[in-house]
C-alpha cells in the first residue's frame, strides 16, 4: 500500500481565513481523492483529484469553497476557504490501492474553526 | 434513507471474546466491500476487501458479504485490547472512485 502523509496534522483556526492541507504519496498515483470526517458523520467524498485536469466535485461541494489543486502525481493540495466553525472536521486525502478497488488513506488534518 | 447504516455503539467486550461488527446498504450495485480500524487520531487502516458475496479471512478477522440481504459482517476473534478502534464499513459500486461508509462502530476490548 502506499505511504501517504498529511500536512498540517491539525489546526485551530479563525472564522473567515482559509486553510490549504497538503497530501503527499510516496509513489505515482492518477487519482487523489479528499474526504471530509465530521463528528459522528460518516465519511463523506469531497472531490476527486486528477493530475492535469480540474477536480471533480461530489453533490454539495463547490470549487469556490473546497479550490483543489493537483500538479504533479504524488501531490495535492485541498483549501478549505472562509471557514466557519461547521467547518470543523477531519480531512483526508486517500489514493487507490495498485490493482485494486480499494483505497488507502492519510493520517488525516483535525481542523477546528473558531 | 442512507446509502449504509451502521450501529455506532459503543461495544464493549472481554478480552478474547469473539466481536460482531454489522452493516446494512441499500444500494445493489455495490460490489466492492471493505472494513477499515481507525484508531484515536489516526486515518483509517484498511482491514478487509472483498469483492462480491462470500467470506474472507486473515488472521484473527473474517469479513462476510450477503448480497442477497445487503448485509456485511466483520468478526474478530480471540479479541485483545489493541483491537480497541472504531470500525468502519464501506462498499463501492463497480467502476466508480466514491466509497460509501457507515458512521463506524467504537470498539473497546477490555484486558
Redesign the interface.
Known amino acids: 500500500?502506499a505511504v501517504?502523509s498529511q500536512k498540517p496534522s491539525r489546526d485551530i483556526c479563525q472564522r473567515g481565513t482559509s486553510l490549504t492541507i497538503q497530501c503527499q504519496v510516496d509513489s505515482q498515483v492518477t487519482?487523489m481523492?479528499w474526504y471530509r470526517q465530521q463528528p459522528?458523520?460518516?465519511?463523506?467524498?469531497i472531490a476527486?483529484a486528477n493530475q492535469g485536469s480540474e477536480a471533480t466535485y461530489?453533490s454539495g461541494f463547490v470549487i469556490d469553497k473546497f479550490p483543489i489543486s493537483r500538479p504533479n502525481l504524488t501531490f495535492s493540495t485541498l483549501t478549505v476557504s472562509n471557514m466557519s466553525p461547521e467547518d470543523s472536521s477531519i480531512y483526508?486525502c486517500?489514493v487507490?490501492?495498485s490493482g485494486?478497488?480499494?483505497?488507502?488513506?492519510?493520517?488525516?488534518t483535525?481542523l477546528l474553526v473558531l | 434513507q442512507?446509502e449504509?447504516e451502521?450501529d455506532?455503539g459503543p461495544l464493549s467486550v472481554p478480552e478474547g471474546a469473539i466481536v460482531s461488527l454489522n452493516c446494512t446498504y441499500s444500494n445493489s450495485a455495490f460490489?466492492?466491500f471493505?472494513w477499515?480500524r481507525q484508531y484515536s487520531?489516526?486515518?483509517?487502516?484498511?482491514l478487509m476487501?472483498t469483492?462480491s458475496s462470500g467470506n474472507k479471512e486473515d488472521g484473527r478477522f473474517t469479513a462476510q458479504v450477503d448480497k442477497s440481504s445487503k448485509y456485511i459482517s466483520l468478526f474478530i476473534r480471540d479479541s485483545q485490547p489493541s483491537d480497541s478502534a472504531t470500525y468502519?464499513c464501506?462498499m463501492?459500486r463497480?467502476g466508480a472512485?466514491?466509497?460509501?461508509?457507515?458512521?463506524?462502530t467504537r470498539l473497546t476490548v477490555i484486558p
Do not use: D
Open positions: 500500500s501517504i487519482m481523492f459522528g458523520q460518516s465519511l463523506t467524498l476527486t461530489e483526508l486517500s487507490h490501492g485494486e478497488e480499494t483505497q488507502y488513506f492519510g493520517p488525516g483535525r | 442512507k449504509v451502521q455506532p460490489q466492492y471493505m477499515y487520531r489516526k486515518g483509517p487502516e484498511l476487501y469483492y468502519l464501506a463501492m463497480a472512485n466514491n466509497l460509501f461508509f457507515g458512521t463506524g
